[in-house]
């Protein structure tokens, strides 16, 4: 199997719940197919935006079945893949790849690969088996340094000896290390996507050199942020500043600390544009307050 360097932009869509905390297949599937309609490179759904680490893992292959139902090959469908140990994160692989999914976001084995530093080794050995493994294309997660693991030039470095690896999640929400992975990839026998996945400076990281986006913002705004991603390849930075002015602001005020909750406050704004009947998340999360949702409504109108 060939395996092509990732760029544009993968939405991370997020998943509606009822009040009951059941997922609204209802709401999902219409909105799954607005996004797809707009052509992103991809989606990926099971990751952290959809709530992925509260669903059961029948619901995330159900999640996956659905999404490839609703996108009908419009554009390849990833997911997420969460796990705790190597042999499990292979037989998870390979029963999400069975419902559809054509490649994974890998999420980071927490709690072995909490903290900083990880070694190489362990993270090339990890990646190594699950392509071996799973044998589709793979994208590493870069997180921010505090959580870990972020990836020095040593690690990105062996992980580009992996042929299944197609891409790299740059959600470090640091400007400089951001431009440090750029540099380092730009480097490598072996061309990988950077994608940011850092919300609140998507436009600014594309031109520092990121090849595109794999991010929670795409779940709205969709062609605005394909657009955006367009214009600045094409050094139509303009058109791109404009795009970014509206949405930017939108965008920095839901990724704000606590991060945790940009997923109560994305949901609102899916409630406000009509894709979703409920801005529930799952418990422990805590709905916004008044005022924060007074606010996004501002920003989402600004938007």
Not at 93 to 113: E, H, I, S
Request: net charge negative; with cysteine.
């Amino acid at each position: 199997m060939s395996f092509e360097s990732l760029s544009g932009i993968v939405a991370a869509p997020f998943l509606p719940f009822n009040p009951d905390f059941s997922i609204d297949w209802d709401s999902y599937k219409p909105y799954c197919a607005w996004i797809a309609e707009q052509k992103p490179t991809a989606i990926a759904m099971n990751m952290d935006a959809s709530e992925g680490p509260s669903l059961s893992r029948d619901e995330q292959l159900e999640v996956m079945r659905v999404t490839v139902d609703v996108v009908n090959g419009a554009c390849p469908v990833f997911s997420g893949l969460i796990a705790g140990y190597t042999q499990d994160a292979i037989d998870w692989g390979n029963a999400l790849k069975a419902a559809g999914a054509q490649g994974f976001a890998v999420f980071p084995p927490f709690p072995t690969f909490l903290g900083n530093p990880v070694p190489a080794d362990m993270i090339f050995q990890y990646h190594k088996a699950l392509a071996d493994g799973i044998d589709l294309p793979l994208v590493a997660f870069q997180f921010p340094k505090a959580w870990g693991p972020d990836f020095p030039p040593e690690t990105l470095a062996r992980l580009a000896e992996i042929p299944q690896i197609i891409g790299l999640k740059e959600a470090s929400f640091d400007v400089a290390k951001t431009q440090e992975t750029i540099e380092t990839a730009a480097n490598l026998p072996r061309k990988i996507g950077i994608m940011t996945g850092s919300d609140t400076f998507i436009m600014e990281a594309m031109l520092m050199g990121c090849d595109g986006a794999l991010i929670g913002f795409a779940g709205t705004a969709t062609d605005q942020l394909i657009a955006m991603q367009k214009a600045v390849a094409g050094a139509d930075y303009g058109t791109a500043k404009e795009i970014w002015d509206r949405l930017g602001p939108l965008a920095r005020y839901c990724w704000r600390p606590p991060i945790r909750d940009y997923r109560p406050r994305m949901k609102e704004v899916l409630v406000l544009q009509g894709f979703f009947k409920h801005a529930t998340t799952r418990p422990p999360q805590l709905p916004v307050d008044d005022a924060e949702r007074a606010e996004l409504r501002r920003l989402t109108e600004h938007a």
